[in-house]
């Protein structure tokens, strides 16, 4: 079974070293049952037949606060420029009359911007499994400027984790406007991670640095597949 590093992270370096925004865009979806490796077959028969200039294309499975959605499918790219260098319509088409054969529903649509993020190590293993919150923020300068300063104090307890932050600018899910991530192994090194930071004296007096906010909703994710992707032996 081939097993993929995500060239995600790669793209998303990129952000942090470059005044170029980034976008994204998000469809949740419900898999029938037993679907799962039929919605990656026709994905990586789509990958195959598109070429990027930049930027990635990736389904999770999702779980937690998810209202019965099962997967998710994202794109990400450089704003403002011809991210897709060339695509054949017709199998194009064919992907999506292949998964509306596997979904039994599709959920909801949104898209926004990568505004902040700090890559991790380059293991897959290291950072398979993701931990996401939803956000509404009051004041998304504060929100961004208390991220920052969260992530640059606790660097040592963040290394080998991805964090990433970013706005919701179209049909936030729930109402929300912001959303931060969280890589890791696992659920257990979510949870050591967790238990470090908390132990921390500044550690609630930062994250209320961040300025008014409701927590919306959070969900766990896996990353399954991607565009472009490198193999491992």
Known sequence: MKRI?????????????????????????KVIDGNHDLIVEAFEIQADNLKLANGSVWIEMISGHTDGMTHRLIWSWELGTDWVTEVDPNVGEAFWARMDNYVEEWGPSYSGRILSWKDGTDKIDDNKFSHAWDFKVKNPKQFKIGHDN???????????HEIGMGSYDFHGPNGATHWVVVSGKDMEDHLMLYDELQKQDDFYKLLSERGELERVRDIATELITSHPSIEEN
């Open 5 to 29: 590093i995500f060239l995600i992270a790669t793209s998303l370096i990129s952000v942090a070293l470059s005044a170029q925004t980034w976008g994204y865009n998000t469809r949740e979806m």
């Open 150 to 160: 969260f992530v640059k104090r606790f660097e040592k307890e963040f290394d080998g």
